[in-house]
C-alpha cells in the first residue's frame, strides 16, 4: 500500500485535490481524491517547459465554484416576457 487512502469526496472528508499548471497558473478543471493520483495524473499529461503543483481544496475552490455557476447559469429557466 502506498499510504495514500481513497475516501469518497463529501463522504468522510471536504478535501480532494486539483493540479494547477505552471508557468500559466490554470487549475484542472478535474479534481482527484488523493494527492497520489493527481500527481498521476499530472505526470500522464506534463507537456515540454510545463509544471505543476497538486493543490488541496476543501469546500468550494476557485475552479468548482466555476463550475457550479455555470451549470446553475444553464439549468436556470429562461426568463419569460409573456404575460
Same mark, same amino acid.
Given at each position: 500500500? *502506498?499510504?495514500?487512502?481513497?475516501? %469518497? @469526496? /463529501?463522504? &468522510?472528508? %471536504?478535501? &480532494? &485535490? ?7 497558473? $490554470? =487549475? *484542472? ?5 488523493? %494527492? $497520489?493520483?493527481?500527481? *498521476?495524473?499530472? $505526470?500522464?499529461?506534463?507537456?515540454? /517547459?510545463?509544471t505543476y503543483v497538486v493543490e488541496v481544496a476543501a469546500g468550494e475552490c476557485e475552479r468548482c465554484r466555476e463550475v457550479v455557476?455555470?451549470?446553475? /447559469? =444553464? =439549468?436556470?429557466?429562461? $426568463?419569460?416576457?409573456? @404575460?
Amino acid at each position: 500500500m *502506498d499510504g495514500h487512502m481513497s475516501i %469518497p @469526496r /463529501n463522504t &468522510y472528508s %471536504p478535501e &480532494y &485535490y486539483h493540479i494547477r499548471w505552471l508557468p500559466s497558473s $490554470k =487549475l *484542472d478543471w478535474e479534481s482527484f481524491e488523493t %494527492p $497520489k493520483e493527481a500527481e *498521476d495524473s499530472a $505526470k500522464s499529461f506534463v507537456g515540454a /517547459n510545463e509544471t505543476y503543483v497538486v493543490e488541496v481544496a476543501a469546500g468550494e475552490c476557485e475552479r468548482c465554484r466555476e463550475v457550479v455557476e455555470r451549470t446553475k /447559469n =444553464l =439549468l436556470a429557466p429562461e $426568463k419569460s416576457h409573456h @404575460r
